[in-house]
């Protein structure tokens, strides 16, 4: 597969014009219900499981009368056309008819996710010949993609009948289901073929690539699986956090190790093992330095970044990141292309499109390998002599996962920027092999979506929207009241749970003609900074990115641009008095220069009086990855029921737990990046060791 290599100011314009095409956002069904998580109690699940039953015998009963009805039309013989909105799209499907059947169907999904949506064309095809209707289940893992599909083909079936056919009798997705299920069964006589190797590695993600790399190092004979068909890498990292890098020593703004410990346990609430942030703030600083070598070996520069700490700020951060420095060209892959070159070269052996169905044990409960299947689906048995590392990504891309353990999470997401090989296989698979998960459920998501000025935030279901990465600045914020009601300068997932309390969660982020010099002032940290940081580091997206991402989003009906406060309330939907006093408060705190109303730092404030005048509404924000899993100890072994290391196997990444609770503490750039990065390093070295 070829990658194409684009200018990040065409990257960002993309994003904001039409970005559900970039995303990985195809994910979710329509419906919602509370279920309880995995740790409730026996008489709650029995509950819940009675439900479930309940809801599977009234679904089956208005499938079976919906398959009665379409059964016995009769049709106007043609072609037919319809058009449903699928997560990224539109989807349309055409439709031919006989009298009495259908005779051909063409389903066009090439706008939707990437790897998701945009592949089930074909399988939901032969699957609505096969039943002459909408009778059909759709395709897990793109529910929406597969309901638009199955709205659109009612739509034709009920023009071709002129009966009218409704979606309603068949949508049951989003019920209640065993996400977790039961770990699938193989015969030996299935298996095609033995694998041998010392260290076995899956997922070519950011910690997978990490371990591997330091496998192969070692000299252990190490083979990374990975399920989707690449030339490369996969994974995301333009920054990292760490302690005690040779660039934060060498620049003095170095972190003391037991404060940057405290912090990520406070931010947890106490649910993170101490021992294990431990870890990440004693390895993390060798970590960056090898990583900046490789990257440097390959022609890319790896940076510490430190900003004026002498600010008066509401939420204290420390110097830990350290960003990637690309130049005219923006690839979000090219790092850990680096990292893969780097390992290959010391003997790294890739094996792609193999899908792991189970781990395997022996008597003495020791993990020895796995079972997969390859590119052909053909069982295959990888034998890991030293041990194997899990890296699969988490979850965040498995829709009933997520609905079952993060409802919150589902509502307030309106892009989901998941990898699509996140749906939770290394979890259950590690599950299945007597490992124990945590009981408290985390994602990483930033406050960085925009929906339509005329849409609102749904109950217990996500939205639809597109990438507004200024959505993390601190401009005033209004609920649909057309009044303020937080402080604006709050952590990323902070700012979506005040909006949580207001109507339909929804709220509008205002802003005149003087934004970029705003930003500027603001002097926002981490990933949210849209100019160098003091010591010349660049920040991930530039503000001129960024302006060219809001006209792609002003062409594409997100945002909305005005001459007056006036006709901006009404563009966005919200009541022109109560907004006009909100904005003329607004500017007196800002010539006051204190917010004696929420609180916000005063050089955080701005003013509402240059036209012209902008505003974007938000209801969500974009959802990165899961941040829960498996427990480990400190050596990255999943631990067992009996929470002793299940010998011989790894867990990292984001199928890995006992660190985050609640929220994500963006406030130190990169952490979780840092985390993955460090533990996988950890893991290859142990396991090529034989530990």
């Given amino acids: 597969m070829s990658k194409k290599i684009v200018s990040r100011r065409d990257f960002v314009k993309g994003l904001g014009a039409g970005l559900a095409s970039i995303a990985v956002a195809g994910l979710y069904g329509c419906g919602h219900q509370d279920v309880p998580a995995v740790s409730d109690t026996t008489g709650a699940a029995a509950e819940t499981t009675a439900k479930a039953a309940e809801t599977a015998a009234e679904t089956e009963l208005a499938k079976e009368a919906l398959n009665a009805a379409t059964k016995s039309l009769s049709y106007t013989p043609g072609t037919y056309e319809a058009v449903a909105r699928g997560m990224a799209s539109d989807v349309k499907v055409t439709m031919t008819f006989d009298a009495q059947s259908i005779t051909d169907i063409k389903i066009d999904v090439s706008g939707e996710t990437e790897n998701i949506g945009a592949v089930i064309g074909d399988e939901m095809s032969g699957k609505v010949m096969t039943a002459q209707g909408a009778d059909i289940d759709g395709v897990s893992g793109a529910t929406v993609t597969s309901n638009a599909i199955k709205t659109a083909v ?67 004979k190490t083979i990374l699986i990975e399920k989707f068909e690449h030339d490369k890498a996969s994974g995301i990292r333009d920054t990292m956090a760490a302690c005690d890098s040779t660039e934060q020593k060498e620049d003095g703004h170095n972190v003391v190790k037991n404060e940057a410990i405290k912090y990520i346990c406070d931010w947890s609430q106490g649910y993170a093992k101490r021992d294990i942030v431990k870890v990440w703030a004693d390895r993390s600083g060798e970590t960056m330095d090898w990583f900046r070598d490789v990257l440097n070996q390959g022609g890319m520069e790896f940076r510490h970044e430190f900003d004026d700490d002498s600010l008066p700020s509401n939420y204290k951060f420390l110097e830990v990141g350290h960003s990637v420095q690309y130049d005219d060209t923006y690839y979000e892959q090219q790092t850990m292309d680096k990292v893969l070159e780097y390992a290959e070269a010391k003997g790294l052996e890739t094996r792609y499109q193999v899908n792991m169905i189970k781990l395997e044990k022996n008597d003495a409960g020791r993990v020895t390998g796995l079972i997969a299947t390859d590119k052909d689906g053909n069982y295959v048995r990888y034998n890991a002599s030293k041990g194997v590392i899990i890296a699969t990504g988490g979850y965040s891309a498995d829709e009933d996962m997520l609905r079952q353990l993060q409802p919150w999470t589902l509502e307030q997401t309106c892009v989901n920027y998941s990898k699509p090989g996140a749906k939770g296989s290394g979890i259950k698979a590690c599950l299945w092999a007597g490992a124990v998960m945590d009981t408290t459920h985390t994602s990483m998501i930033f406050e960085r979506g925009a929906i339509k000025p005329d849409e609102v935030g749904k109950v217990g279901e996500p939205t639809r929207g597109a990438l507004f990465w200024m959505g993390s600045q601190p401009f005033l914020k209004v609920n649909l009241n057309g009044q303020r009601f937080m402080n604006e300068s709050q952590p990323y997932d902070y700012i979506m749970h005040q909006a949580a309390q207001e109507p339909f969660h929804t709220y509008c982020e205002v802003w005149d003609s003087k934004y970029t010099e705003d930003c500027r002032r603001f002097e926002t940290h981490g990933c949210s900074r849209l100019y160098e ?96 899993g498996i427990k480990v100890d400190h050596n990255m072994h999943a631990l067992g029921q009996d929470f002793k290391p299940i010998e011989g196997l790894f867990v990292v990444g984001n199928d890995a737990g006992g660190y985050y609770n609640g929220s994500y503490p963006n406030y130190l750039a990169g952490t979780q990046a840092g985390r993955i990065a460090t533990f996988g390093r950890l893991a290859g070295q142990l396991a090529a060791e034989g530990k």
Avoid at 156 to 168: K, N, T, W
Avoid at 199 to 212: C, I, K, N, P, T
Wanted: proline share 2%; glycine share 12%; with cysteine.
């Fill in 154 to 220: 009612l739509d034709c079936m009920s023009q071709a009948s002129g009966q009218e056919i409704s979606l309603d009798e068949v949508s049951s997705e989003g019920s209640a289901q065993d996400w977790l299920g039961e770990a699938p069964e193989v015969n030996e006589s299935d298996i095609k073929e033995n694998v041998d190797c010392e260290v076995l590695v899956v997922g070519a993600g950011s910690s997978g690539l990490f371990a591997a790399a330091a496998a192969a190092e070692k000299g252990a």
């Fill in 533 to 628: 940081h003091k010591n010349g580091t660049a920040p991930v997206f530039t503000m001129d990115m960024v302006v060219g991402m809001n006209e792609g989003l002003i062409n594409d009906g997100f945002i909305v641009k005005a001459d007056t406060i006036e006709e901006l309330a009404e563009k966005l939907g919200i009541p022109t008095d109560n907004f006009k006093a909100t904005v003329d408060r607004y500017n007196e705190l800002f010539e006051k220069g204190e917010d004696e109303d929420y609180g916000k730092e005063g050089f955080r404030l701005s003013s509402m009086k240059e036209a012209p005048f902008y505003g974007v509404r938000q209801a969500g924000g974009y959802l990165i990855c899961s941040l829960d």
